[in-house]
């Protein structure tokens, strides 16, 4: 159980650094305004509270 704990702490951790370059990588191809940047944060913290809360066992 506690190697299963350690995956999903490997899987999360890849998932914020693809994030974190998706985001960087929009931000600097598409020169984004501050507006821009404000609606690509909210839509990217949507998607995220969506995956969490469809997640069964991400608080567990």
Do not use: C, G, P, R
């Not at 985001?23 to 305004?33: F, G, P, Q």
């Not at 909210?42 to 608080?59: A, D, K």
């Amino acid at each position: 159980m506690k190697l299963n704990k350690w995956y999903n702490f490997l899987l999360t951790l890849l998932f914020w650094v693809f994030t974190w370059e998706t985001y960087s990588a929009l931000v600097e191809k598409y020169k984004l305004s501050v507006n821009q940047k404000i609606l690509l944060n909210l839509s990217m913290l949507s998607i995220v509270i969506i995956l969490i809360t469809n997640s069964s066992n991400f608080f567990n």
